[in-house]
């Protein structure tokens, strides 16, 4: 006797599509374009949709690195303090040494946060939300001490070119999103570290006991996530000139809003780069929908909560009709 | 068995010797040693705590030992971690599967490459993946593209075993491999394990089942108390006897001590169950269990049963079926109400489904009482007694339990712990999902004997064992269930692990032979049945009929003697050939149904009432071989 042959391929690749989360969100997306489109004329105007992705650029950079350490089933609340530190350490750098080399100053800071982060929740078995709670006060306090308390606003005005350098139609920093998304995504899939991400998200002692580097691959999003916040803030400051230290307020909730849309599990192993990004433009199009239907801003808790809540519970009730 | 073969090798693959290895102030290896040899199957057995996993674990290099030197191959082998086990070609399939459930089947077979420098390329982790399911004669059995996520537990060991073998080891440890598996698929896994072997692997076989060690394995390394009291003896020389006697280092009574009595006194009915149906699982569930009785749900891993006393027990939603307790109908909707209709359930995952880790051992002993206590304290108090009462008679030390942490117990000390629990309610009907799992054979005995105790004071209780040997041994009475359905209610002394593999083969799996059937049945407008004859006594397996009359006086899942049949004469016949009772009324032929094997597999029989077009013997005798062939 043997084991019932599985047929090699159990599903056609359509069924397949159309049972990830990620469909399903793209479908909700979607459905919230057009809903949208009808609700205000303007929402589906060229213009508007690069003010759309315009919009995604900060919170989809944050986005990427939280999806890295949530994949490992960990947590980064610290990420809005470090853009915010990160941005003072730009502006204060940016007034003494070129641009581009601040910039650098900057993004070595941020993945300096994150591993020291990685490092305390990896070899001592802390907590990550805790370690990173604590980083996310100590980040601000900095931030506030480094400043003076106030917004530094004498940024060189050469940095504004990384956002508004047009590559053919694309603006710089939608088209640097882009590429972003891309690397993340085939990093995640096709190489042997992202793959490595997955597994100690999944299995961690199963991921040691084959000899993968679990260490090493634990503290690794921490640090592209602190990498990649200074990043966010680099492109937003360079949009506005000034360096606040209250930047990346609240980023971190916006930014594991967005992974969890995306259809990430938050005990890890369970995510993708395509769902976050899906995410975010969930997000940014409720938040730019009221905006254009001069709805109070203060609405756009509610909304975008709602949406978290709602895409959830679609997923657990789909989830146990599969089951069925 | 290639038992000389594996004799005549004297250059062993690995030694260790005088291993030692404490954990806090116990010490689980004191000094013990193994040698292995190519091309063999390895038996390494002790009884719980004995350090057989210790032992495995210091030679995957997942423990580094505190003295002792292994010896690899000729050369001293030094392992720091599990890498270089795999690095030096020893790999082990573990107890609890250590794959990564959402990377897939085939990244999971290749999960160590992931470490290595070099391309990553999902169509060569195909392609060789494929390969090596081929070389244990798997291919088409996994899909390798699927998630680990959605395997089954017996896919998920093949997965285990190709990733051992994808690292070219030359030595696998298999950590009680057949724990969570049928008998089918135990089979299977004994195949792909010979043929390893074929190939000059060497294999260590670390198990509870004594009957698997005779099974499969070529030497047996036995030990006790974390030293090896028994090294590479050849099986065959042994007796089961002289194993546990090794085992435990002194005589123990037959295990499964309670004599079948045939005929039960007939005890008031504790539970009905009846037409239980819970999808996806369960479809169509009845039995009965009398006061004072031990009920068997026996059935393939996957059949359905724990979903089936889940169901009954409220943890699952019912979608049809009645409930009867002490003639009163039940309908408990949650665990809570269950419990006061006078349930009790032990789970089958001890550590996720019944233990309160950080809890202590009392409050774990009292949490059903605090599930029906009514107030709002503890009250402890008034069940201090009957504790005490309690764990004396269960053998456990009072003093030493009640304030200590619930995982420093052995499994089989929580098993008895969980048990108690339960037992301080007074349970009218007491549900056990496979009670002995994971527990060594010396506690086995006693959860057995409790068991007849419990029963003894009027209890019922109903055991779910995925052990046949186990089910025939402990119950009275066996109810099999296949594919949700219960297929047979039959005392266990009429049973034998045969009879109850053949009742509990998946309905999908007789496919073909019900097939058969009804064409038999159609052509003749009789009733064609696939039956297992003793002496004189009939179990029906399946049965098709077009017959309008009586049939031949059985159903399927009936047991009766052949005078209680139609067909006696026939019976008693056994014959290829048309008989005709006495009395004219039936005209049966019997075929016997052998496996290419030589299993014998029970009769194929054709009854016919008004026998218009009596067909030829011989055609259907062909027709009985060719099916036999394809089984």
Avoid at chain 2, 200 to 209: D, E, M, T
Avoid at chain 2, 247 to 273: F, S, W
Wanted: overall charge neutral; glycine content about 10%; proline content about 4%.
């Amino acid at each position: 006797m043997t084991l019932s042959p599985m047929p090699k391929a159990a599903r056609s690749p359509f069924l397949t599509l159309t049972r990830s989360l990620e469909f399903r969100m793209l479908v909700l997306a979607g459905l919230l374009a057009i809903g949208l489109s009808f609700l205000s004329p303007y929402f589906m105007t060229w213009n508007n949709i690069f003010n759309v992705l315009d919009q995604s650029v900060v919170i989809g950079i944050v986005a990427v690195g939280m999806t890295f350490v949530i994949l490992t089933g960990g947590i980064d609340l610290s990420v809005g303090s470090i853009a915010g530190l990160s941005g003072v350490i730009l502006g204060l750098s940016a007034q003494i040494i070129p641009w581009p080399v601040a910039i650098l100053i900057a993004v070595a800071a941020g993945a300096g946060i994150g591993l020291i982060s990685g490092c305390l929740i990896t070899f001592f078995r802390l907590a990550p939300f805790v370690v990173t709670l604590g980083m996310m006060a100590i980040g601000r306090s900095l931030a506030y001490i480094l400043s003076g308390q106030t917004a530094i606003s004498d940024i060189p005005s050469g940095l504004s070119s990384i956002v508004y350098t047009n590559l053919l139609v694309i603006p710089s920093n939608v088209g640097f999103l882009a590429v972003l998304y891309v690397i993340a995504w085939a990093y995640l899939t096709y190489t042997k570290g992202g793959r490595t991400i997955y597994a100690v998200g999944s299995n961690k002692e199963a991921a040691r006991a084959a000899g993968l580097r679990v260490t090493f691959y634990s503290i690794l999003p921490y640090v592209i996530s602190g990498a990649l916040s200074a990043v966010a803030i680099t492109f937003s400051i360079a949009q506005i000139l000034s360096a606040d230290p209250l930047a990346g307020n609240a980023m971190e909730l916006d930014a594991i809003a967005a992974v969890v849309i995306g259809g990430a599990s938050l005990f890890g192993g369970r995510g993708s780069v395509v769902g976050t990004l899906i995410g975010v433009l969930i997000m940014v199009m409720i938040r730019n929908g009221l905006n254009l239907m001069g709805i109070s801003p203060f609405w756009q808790g509610s909304a975008i909560g709602s949406i978290i809540i709602i895409a959830l519970l679609v997923e657990s009730i789909v989830s146990r009709l599969n089951a069925r | 068995m290639t038992i000389t073969e594996a004799q005549g090798r004297t250059d062993d693959i690995l030694s260790a010797v005088g291993i030692t290895k404490s954990f806090g102030r116990t010490r689980a290896l004191d000094g013990a040693s193994l040698r292995l040899g190519r091309g063999e199957i390895h038996a390494l057995i002790g009884a719980n705590g004995a350090g057989k996993s210790t032992l495995s674990k210091v030679i995957s290099g997942h423990l580094v030992p505190d003295a002792g030197e292994l010896i690899y191959q000729g050369a001293p082998l030094r392992l720091r971690s599990t890498r270089d086990a795999l690095d030096a070609g020893i790999a082990m399939v573990m107890q609890e599967t250590s794959l990564v459930p959402d990377l897939s089947v085939a990244e999971n077979i290749f999960l160590p490459e992931l470490a290595q420098p070099g391309r990553f390329s999902y169509a060569s982790l195909y392609r060789r993946g494929a390969d090596l399911l081929a070389t244990l004669g798997q291919q088409d059995v996994l899909a390798l593209d699927i998630k680990v996520r959605e395997l089954s537990a017996a896919q998920r060991q093949l997965v285990e075993i190709a990733k051992a073998l994808s690292v070219q080891a030359k030595l696998i440890i298999f950590d009680e491999p057949t724990a969570s598996l049928s008998p089918s698929e135990v089979e299977r896994l004994f195949d792909i394990m010979i043929r390893l072997r074929d190939q000059g692997s060497a294999l260590v076989f670390v198990s509870h089942r004594l009957e698997e060690v005779f099974d499969v394995t070529d030497h047996v390394t036995v030990l006790r108390e974390g030293r090896t009291v028994l090294a590479s003896h050849p099986t065959a020389n042994l007796s089961q006897g002289e194993l546990i006697r090794a085992m435990v280092g002194h005589d123990l009574a037959a295990i499964y001590e309670h004599p079948h009595v045939a005929v039960t006194p007939v005890m008031p009915v504790a539970l009905e169950v009846c037409g239980l149906s819970a999808p996806p699982l369960v479809h169509n569930v009845s039995f009965r269990v009398h006061e004072g009785e031990i009920l068997g749900l026996g059935g393939l891993v996957g059949a359905g049963r724990s979903e089936a006393v889940e169901a009954i027990f409220g943890l699952r939603p019912r979608s049809a079926g009645t409930m009867t307790m002490q003639g009163r109908l039940i309908d408990p909707r949650s665990p809570a109400e269950a419990v006061r209709a006078g349930m009790g359930f032990v789970a089958e995952d001890r550590r996720t489904q019944n233990i309160v880790p950080h809890l202590s051992v009392k409050e774990n002993l009292l949490l059903a009482h605090l599930g029906t206590h009514k107030g709002f304290g503890l009250g402890y108090r008034g069940r201090e007694r009957q504790i005490a009462v309690l764990l004396q008679s269960l053998g456990l030390p009072a003093d030493r339990l009640l304030d200590a942490n619930m995982l420093n117990f052995s499994g089989g000390m929580q098993q008895k712990i969980i048990i108690a629990r339960w037992l301080l309610l007074e349970p009218r009907v007491l549900i056990l999902d496979e009670p002995t799992k994971g527990v060594d054979i010396g506690t086995r005995a006693s959860i057995y004997a409790l068991l007849r105790d419990i029963t003894a004071k009027g209890t019922a209780v109903i055991v779910i064992s995925s052990d046949f040997e186990e089910l025939l041994g402990v119950a009275d009475r066996i109810v099999v269930i296949s594919d949700g359905i219960s297929v047979a209610n039959l005392p266990s002394a009429l049973l034998d692990k045969e009879k109850l593999t053949l009742l509990a083969a998946p309905r999908t799996s007789m496919a073909r032979n019900t097939a058969l059937l009804r064409e038999l049945s159609t052509e003749t407008g009789g009733t064609g049945f696939w039956a297992l004859l003793d002496a004189d006594r009939l179990i029906c397996l399946n049965l098709v009929t077009r017959d309008s009359g009586s049939g031949p006086g059985f159903a399927a899942g009936d047991a009766k003697t052949f005078g209680e049949t139609l067909i006696p004469q026939a019976l008693a016949r056994r014959a290829p050939t048309l008989v005709t009772e006495s009395s004219g009324s039936h005209t049966t032929m019997l075929c016997p149904l052998q496996s290419r094997r030589g299993h014998n597999l029970g009769w194929i029989g054709l009854t016919m009432t008004t026998a218009t077009k009596l067909p030829s013997p011989a055609s259907i005798q062909s027709r009985v071989a060719a099916l036999a062939d394809t089984l």
